[in-house]
């Protein structure tokens, strides 16, 4: 269920920032929350090697891999370029569709995400993948077993 909270509790629903009338939620979401992330649909991972492509995005920091409602997504926590030191959108009036549409009676600040999963390193992720598949290891792992494999042949061939 959605958690919808106007504006915070005590304030008008609107503030004067800078002069300029701004949603109370909006106006005292410091920094503004949804101006400092991208998120991209992306296939659900079916194969080890799909998995291992996710690996290698949230190894990588600011970045996480979330599961909602069954559809998987790759975000990037990156502060819009347009967002002032204010918190108001330089944009404003040239901001795209995604940020139009995006209101703040129901938003990132109502409802902290309650993801199916949430990975925000490679170890969680990692972990996911080998109880989804018995022997899952990276191209890395299997190199270096490969590696040390060979090393020890070496020596005993040396003995
Ligand atoms: S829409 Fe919500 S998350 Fe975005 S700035 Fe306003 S209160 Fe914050
Ligand atoms: S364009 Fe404006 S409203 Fe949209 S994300 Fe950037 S700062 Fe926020």
Known sequence: MVRVRPTPKGLPPELLVDGIPVHSKCATCLPAQCCHYVALETDKP??????????????????SVYVDEGSWYVQFETRCSFLAANNLCQAYDRRPRICVEYHPDECDRDEPAGYDHHFHTFDELYAYARKRFKRFATTGEKEARKRKKALARRRKIRV
Do not use: Y
Not at 46 to 63: N, R, Y
């Open 46 to 63: 079916t194969s080890k090697a799909d998995f291992e492509d996710l690996l290698w995005f949230v190894a990588h920091d600011g970045v």
